[in-house]
């Protein structure tokens, strides 16, 4: 049986709107590449918005210790 990780590792894609609530959550991704990508895509389309990408680990449900 396969050991399950106690993080799930996420590349996420924030975009600051202006509305004054900073950076929020777009879209996330599973690997770093598929995350760069769509964050090229996003600056593509959407240039009068600021974006980035981060990495992001948190708890696995299905993580027993």
């Known amino acids: 049986m ?8 996420e590349n ?3 975009t600051d709107y202006g509305y004054g609530h900073g950076f929020e ?8 590449l598929e995350g760069w990508k769509q964050l090229r895509a ?8 600021r974006h980035r990408l981060i990495e992001r680990r948190t708890p696995n ?4 210790s």
């Open 2 to 9: 396969p050991r399950v990780n106690k993080y799930i590792y």
């Open 12 to 14: 996420i894609i924030q």
């Open 25 to 32: 959550d777009t879209t996330a991704e599973e690997t770093y």
């Open 42 to 49: 996003y600056r593509r389309e959407q240039p009068q918005y």
């Open 61 to 64: 449900p299905e993580f027993q």
